[in-house]
């Protein structure tokens, strides 16, 4: 960022006022979106989902990337790494459309499609500070576009229509007719590069078009399939009557402005949802097709096409001053770039992070983290270096169209790892490379026979023998070490299965129930004290699981969030997170308190004990607390992020100093629990 503010030429189109203003402003960016020492560090793994970019005409060493859940990131050094800008956080907000001034190279508009929050937002310095655009207050935005001959208009579509700026956004007029309905769902604009008149609008149903600024509009979808959405709309700046239109029916080209169309052949019909139609600006010839199922390319005008990559493309965007070069914003690999124009392609992504990550784990000193939801498969990352940083594991087998929800490693194996799905359990002895389902055998335990016996286990019962268990949903795993034993559990909705042997044989564990189990706690340290949470209520154990008693809790068990587990011999409470605040019981569980001390009584969502002597930590409102006295009083730990997300804290053994911290949107944190003390 202070790049930017040293550029040629920034002075003498800027007063000096403002150059002092702006000056200061990017070191209150670098504050906002690099972390100072001893804060958190965004560590990954980087990627993920991002919906669209832009490019800055004057300085194309800048970017703008977007995501869902209303992030926003900027680079400064042509995508070798991104800052988060401190962009408005707003519920389901995806940003839908980038905009960067053609006149003024620190005014950005970003449109955000989401909810009642979603509009229009506005930043006239550089992304440090932002407001709302009030006229489009509350309307999903997905297209804005600037003319070519006249850079001080601007158009955007909107759920409302489509709306013009004649005065570099400072205002806008709706332009389409407000009655016509088929015109309110605008899903691209694109304006004639060399009459600004002109305007063309697609829609969830099929393009339109005005030729006087939207006091009259003609539809134009003679010769495209019926009820295409209408993704995007590219003109040719040197013939403007030849126009591309990409729709979930295909692509599309008109050679007369939209009178007539003719769709263009060679893509799969499995390809052919196109997010992105555009020619290469310095050969038109070359024209790229962002498809759901990959990049396609062709240098023929489009007679024939060639496959680039298999990821769905929502965004491309050119250096202006090196056409050779184009972003791609991809939906499950980030930010992407070819510098050869599409020969290759290499991922551009340190810094850019938009991943909503499952569950986290340690095995042996490799830490492992999953995402549910990663193209058609489980995305699977580890990391070597403490979690600094991430790689994704690639070209793993037997996860084909599978979405792991648990995982969990072995503390002396880095080579083992357990995980589920809601239906089924695997297991792989390679590091991940390759999983096999594992059915699990038990053996119903103890007293609670019974129970189990109720649940459809009668033959286990009557014959005393092995048999095996086809539970209907895995919801946790947990792996810890007892001496030279490791001990697996398994929470599902017919009990905790329970093995010694890394998952050899499993029994059903004696809790007296077997209803839904959900969540196991442990303490800091390897010592047998665990915590599981069921449908009924609250249990303990002493001895790694294999005895559990009953906790009285003041609360229904739906309501507890997480459970930090003190280290057994010593004289720190329990403590619970609630969506009622925190509560503290220093019996086992007999009686609880609330903390009133720091913390609100309101939903904590993540709870833990240090390795350290008696620091915990807590989550509420997405922000770090720290109590430094067992939990008796707590106040809240400093960030230079504007907006943080965590949902769950976690700290491995093998890094004691290190605190760790999943987040909603980001990926992960970290940061060194000495500098917070």
Known sequence: MLVDC?????????????????????????????????????????????????????????????????????????????????????????????????????????????????????????????????????????????????????????????????????????????????????????????NPDTIYAGTTHLPWKTTDSGRTWSSIHSGMIDDSDVFSIYINPESPDQVFASACSGIYRSANGGEFWRKMMGIPNTHRRTHVIRQDPADPG??????????????????????????????????????????????????????????????????????????????????????TQDGNTTGIFFSDDEGTTWAKLRHQRGLEGVHLTAITGVPSDS??????????????????????????SAIPAGSGIRYHAAKGLKAAVRTKVERTIHPNEFHDLLSISSGTQTVLLASTNRGLLRSTDKGNHWAVTDTGFADNFYDIYTSPISDGRLVAKSTVGVYLSNDFGENWSSIPFPFRSSELTSFAVPPVGTSLPMLAATIHGLYTSKDLGKTWYPVTSGLSASTVRSVIYSAQGSVAYAVLYGQLYQSKDGGTTWSTVPSSFHSLSIRQLWQPAESPDRLFAVTNDIGILFRNQAIIR
């Open 286 to 371: 070359i024209i790229y097709a962002g498809t759901t199922l990959g990049l396609f390319k062709s240098i023929n005008h489009g007679v024939t096409w060639q496959q680039v990559n298999e990821e769905q493309v929502n965004s491309l965007a050119f250096d202006p001053l090196k056409p050779s070069d184009m972003y791609l914003a991809l939906e499950d690999e980030g930010v992407w770039k070819s510098n050869d124009r599409g020969r290759t392609l290499e991922p551009y992504n340190t810094g850019f992070v938009a991943r909503r990550l499952t569950a986290i784990t340690a095995a042996g000193k490799r830490l492992v983290a999953i995402q």
């Open 6 to 194: 040293m550029k040629p030429g920034f002075i003498k189109h800027k007063t000096l006022l403002r150059n002092l203003i702006f000056f200061a402003s990017c070191y209150a960016a670098l504050g906002a979106s690099i972390p100072r020492s001893g804060d958190w560090h965004i560590s990954g793994p980087f990627g993920g989902s991002a919906t669209a970019v832009a490019v800055d005409p004057k300085h194309p060493d800048v970017a703008l990337a977007g995501a869902r859940q209303s992030l926003l990131y900027k680079t400064d050094n042509s995508g070798s790494s991104w800052n988060m800008l401190a962009f408005p956080k707003r519920t389901f907000g995806e940003v839908g459309a980038i905009l960067i001034d053609p006149l003024d190279s620190d005014h950005y508009l970003v449109g955000l499609v989401g909810t009642t929050d979603a509009g229009l937002f506005e930043s006239s310095d550089a992304g440090v500070s932002w407001k709302a655009v009030p006229t489009l207050s509350g309307f999903s935005i997905r297209a804005l576009a600037a003319s070519a001959s006249d850079p001080s208009r601007f158009v955007a579509g909107t759920t409302q229509g489509v709306y013009l700026s004649t005065n570099s956004g400072h205002t806008w007029t709706r332009i389409s007719d407000p009655g016509n309905l088929e015109m309110l769902g605008i899903t691209a604009v694109a304006i004639d590069p060399k």
């Open 415 to 440: 080579k083992l790892l357990f995980a589920a799905t809601p239906r089924d359990f695997y297991k792989s002895t390679d590091g991940g490379l390759t999983w096999k389902t594992d059915p699990i």
